[in-house]
């Protein structure tokens, strides 16, 4: 599942499966799903069906020949993660220590590294890895037991503070990069509501398969976990929302000319990158922060763009600043319009070439 694609505003509605007998659709008894660890298809996970005898190959309703199970939803599709892929006869493969090396555990175990068992077994024809590891996490180093010890007397496991509630989240959740907790501020962002609190988390993009890297989000499986671990923490006054970031596009629309020798194709898609690479660092730089608020100017970006040392000169820039549906465009300055919100790359920008016609 493509985790923080969902309408967070949507109810998660209860998923119906289903499988093809006689060409009509009967539904699994709750005895015949033995397992399930995607809560309902809010999260990438494992689905183990027990298939019952009545299970029978489609003729004419579907390709014939194969069985088929569905999944269904009276209402509410918005709150289900876009699907990715779907893999038959999955496992799910937990790493065992054996003298490692503990730092292996920092980064994660590439897709297709394991093509292969280890001992050979006649029933398995094939092994595949179609994504990369996920949930490891290294050995506590001696400066991070000091970090973690010291936060842990100060808010002593309760959420109380700002900092508390971005201190126990940022512990107990590694797949947090960061976290911010705004008091007083309700669902909607309305800043002057006492007694509410917000905690916007932003996930880390290492160990993440399937996330937007421009606009990184939690699924709300992940959300309502991390909300329930908080709530746990804090007190009963308090009425408490864990949220995704509300992300801002800065798009650029401008004009250029490349030094002679330089393939203007290849140089344009390349451009490109590196206006989303400024203004998205994080995808490029782990150490790169992103900013919750904050301001940015059309000249940095233009600044930017003629410091490249391909570019030639650049003419009629423009910047447009996009907040949901609305556009403004042509504007001087973006500024991020509620604290929650973050400034980033749009995922294309438009680049023309000489004095050849612009378009969307």
């Known amino acids: 599942m493509a985790e923080g694609s969902e309408d967070p505003a949507t109810a998660v509605p209860a998923i119906a499966w289903s499988y093809l ?3 009509e659709w009967v539904g699994f008894e709750t005895s015949e799903i033995t397992a399930d660890t995607t809560n309902g298809l809010t999260t990438s996970g494992v689905i183990r069906f027990a298939l019952p005898a009545a299970m029978t190959p489609a003729r004419t309703v579907l390709p014939a020949g194969r069985r088929w199970i569905r999944a269904s939803v009276a209402a509410g599709t918005a709150a289900i993660p876009q699907l990715i892929a779907v893999h038959p006869q999955a496992v799910a493969a937990s790493f065992r220590d054996q003298g490692n090396d503990p730092s292996h555990l920092a980064a994660s175990l590439p897709a297709e590294t394991i093509a292969k068992l280890r001992q050979r077994q006649a029933a398995v024809r094939s092994v595949r890895q179609p994504y990369a590891s996920f949930g490891g996490r290294p050995e506590e180093s001696p400066e991070a037991f000091a970090l973690r010890v010291s936060e842990r007397l100060r808010h002593k496991g309760r959420a109380i503070t700002p900092f508390d509630y971005e201190r126990l989240a940022l512990e107990a959740f ?3 990069y960061k976290a ?3 008091n007083h501020t309700s669902a909607a962002d309305d800043e002057h509501a006492p007694g509410r609190v917000k905690v916007v988390v932003v996930p880390n993009l290492r160990n993440k398969n399937a996330v937007d890297p421009l606009k ?5 499986n992940k959300l309502a976990v991390i909300r329930d671990f908080l709530a746990a923490r804090a007190t009963p ?3 408490l929302e864990v949220a995704n970031p509300e992300y801002e596009e800065v798009r650029a629309r401008f004009r250029v000319r490349f030094h002679a020798g330089f393939d ?3 140089y344009t898609r390349q451009l490109e990158a590196d206006i989303i690479a400024f203004l998205s660092p994080w995808l490029a730089d782990d150490a790169a922060d992103l900013t919750f608020g904050g301001r940015l100017h059309r000249s940095a970006i233009l600044h930017f763009v003629e410091k490249r040392a391909y570019v030639d000169f650049v003419t009629d820039f423009e910047m447009d600043h996009l907040v949901g549906e ?3 465009t042509d504007v001087e300055e973006a500024v991020a319009t509620r604290s929650s919100a973050a400034l980033v ?4 920008h438009q680049i023309c070439l000489g004095t050849t016609s612009c378009e969307d």
């Open 326 to 328: 609305e556009v403004f």
């Open 237 to 239: 006054f308090v009425k």
């Open 216 to 220: 990184p989000r939690l699924s709300l």
């Open 345 to 348: 790359s749009a995922p294309t």
């Open 21 to 23: 007998a006689d060409e």
């Open 180 to 182: 911010r907790c705004l």
């Open 264 to 266: 203007q194709g290849f």
């Open 174 to 176: 590694p797949e947090v």
